[in-house]
């Protein structure tokens, strides 16, 4: 399989715990996107990145999120401190090209759970 | 702040029914429009987007959808639905805003096609 990938597919964590996810683009992508996913919502974007360079982090959440793509390949976003309202879907997609009307590739999501 | 807003939350349909979806974006600069599909078990995939030019754009699987600058909208049409288009159906915007890049999606729209 050629997707976008993610790993863990689930975390189930209790609060105060910090958790990391890992998203693999299909490999000539260069933009990487996270997305956070809540019950009855569509995705709420939170940071992308155009080969290793953060575009934009102005939507992440809180300071206890952060996001990473070191090579330019994969990325990880690591969530500090976790709390119950953090539970969600976590989706990371990447798309090819320069512009925001790139068509994005979405993996299947990690599944948060706080307890 | 840019919302996308989708009129129906569950559309239910017989097989050979038309269809419309409405979605309408609060965005007044230049967008980008897509409609992105979810079906069960599966991830996101793009169905169609829109850049410039002929606001009637066609994508996959006989869905069209028509871009109304004057009223925000982009709706999405299929003249005839099969059961397998059963699926949940996202309408995004990407522009920029006083952040930065966006990519707003609206809350979904579940679309349950019977036999």
């Known amino acids: 399989d050629t997707g976008v990938s993610q790993d863990p597919r689930h975390k189930i964590t209790k609060r105060g715990q910090n958790v990391t996810f890992r998203c693999d683009p299909i490999?000539?992508?260069?933009?990487l996107y996270w997305y956070r996913q809540t019950l009855g919502q569509g995705p709420e974007f939170l940071t992308y990145?155009?080969?290793?360079?953060?575009?934009?982090k102005s939507r992440l959440l809180s300071d206890r999120f952060s996001a990473e793509r070191p090579k330019g390949s994969f990325s990880t976003l690591e969530i500090q401190r976790t709390e119950q309202g953090d539970s969600a879907m976590y989706l990371c997609?990447?798309?090819?090209?320069?512009?925001?009307?790139?068509?994005?590739?979405f993996g299947p999501g990690t599944r948060l759970t706080v307890t | 702040a840019q919302s996308v807003s989708q009129h129906n939350h569950h559309v239910i349909l017989s097989e050979a029914a038309s269809l419309e979806l409405g979605c309408n974006y609060s965005?007044?600069?230049?967008?980008?429009l897509f409609w992105y599909v979810q079906y069960p078990g599966q991830h996101l995939q793009l169905l169609l987007k829109?850049?410039?030019?002929?606001?009637l754009v066609k994508g996959i699987k006989g869905f069209e959808a028509e871009f109304i600058k004057s009223k925000f909208s982009f709706n999405l049409r299929k003249p005839s639905v099969q059961w397998s288009d059963t699926a949940e159906y996202f309408c995004?915007?990407?522009?920029?805003?006083?952040?930065?890049?966006?990519?707003?999606f609206g809350p979904g729209t579940r679309l349950s096609v019977l036999p």
């Open positions: 997609a990447s798309s090819l090209g320069g512009t925001s009307g790139s068509e994005q590739y």
């Open positions: 490999s000539e992508h260069n933009r």
């Open positions: 965005y007044g600069g230049t967008v980008n």
């Open positions: 829109y850049f410039s030019g002929d606001p």
């Open positions: 995004a915007v990407t522009a920029v805003d006083n952040y930065g890049q966006n990519f707003v």
């Open positions: 990145f155009q080969n290793e360079a953060q575009l934009e």
